[in-house]
């Protein structure tokens, strides 16, 4: 099993930075991608940034030129700098990770971390 535990959330006023960090532990033989996820209106969540473990990177059209992910492979670990946030980023945020289980990938997902963005 793969344990995904994100954190980093908080208030901030418009304009201000958070930075939202994401580990991965458990039995598995290496993360295929790390990704950031936020829980748009309705029961999708929409992506916000994704790295692979090739280091391609694909950004939401709305958060390009503010956000940056990254990650650490070694640590097992990625992470999303948010920096001149808006209200509207005002959201729950979600990791995930998928894994590469034997011959299998499978996804997992962190608890969430909440972003409150006040003006």
């Known amino acids: 099993q793969v344990h995904v535990v994100d954190s980093g959330g908080g208030l901030v006023q418009a304009g201000g930075s958070l930075r939202l960090s994401c580990v991965a532990s458990g039995s598995f033989s290496s993360i295929d991608r790390m990704g950031w996820y936020r829980q748009a209106p309705g029961p999708q969540r929409e992506l916000v940034a994704l790295i692979t473990s090739d280091g391609i990177i694909n950004y939401a059209d709305s958060v390009k030129g503010r956000f940056t992910i990254s990650r650490d492979n070694a640590k097992s670990t990625v992470y999303l700098q948010m920096n001149s946030l808006k209200p509207e980023d005002t959201d729950a945020y979600y990791c995930?990770?998928?894994?590469?289980?034997?011959?299998?990938?499978?996804?997992?997902w962190g608890q969430g971390t909440q972003v409150t963005v006040s003006v």
């Open positions: 995930n990770v998928r894994a590469v289980i034997g011959p299998w990938t499978k996804d997992f």
